[in-house]
Nanobody, 135 residues
């Protein structure tokens, strides 16, 4: 059974950095596209960044572009989200999700951007980690 466990959240001052980890267990990471999503109090869950399973194509939300970076470590079965220049608006619960390459990625013409924006298409979710950015 595929499981995702996030870690690395915490309290940081505005302008600071955090690195979130999403450890994948049960199956090899290279079978899965991975996405990071976040949900702030009173707001809908939104896509932050996603990476494809086989060719490392990435997508970033406009609000985090040039500040966040997603990366995969196949040896450690882990996907990282490096978050720099954090702002109070980045405060949220961050959750990673997985989708096997034979699902959404196999749809002709589909892109990692499309996948990232369709939250309901991701099949497995972690429990989330809280990120709080103080002003």
């Amino acid at each position: 059974q595929l499981q995702l466990v996030e870690s690395g959240g915490g309290l940081v001052e505005s302008g600071g950095s955090l690195r979130l980890s999403c450890v994948v267990s049960g199956y090899n990471l290279d079978y899965y596209a991975i996405g990071w999503f976040r949900q702030a109090p009173g707001k809908e869950r939104e896509a932050v960044s996603c990476v494809s399973s086989r060719d490392d194509k990435t997508y970033y939300a406009d609000s985090v572009k040039d500040r966040f970076r997603i990366s995969r470590d196949e040896l450690d079965n882990t996907v990282y989200l490096q978050m720099n220049s954090l702002k109070p608006d980045d405060t949220a619960v961050y959750t990673c999700a997985a989708d096997p390459f034979w699902e959404s990625e196999s749809v002709p013409g589909n892109t990692i951007e499309n996948m990232c924006k369709m939250k309901e298409s991701w099949t497995t979710w972690g429990q989330g980690t809280q990120v709080t950015v103080s002003s």
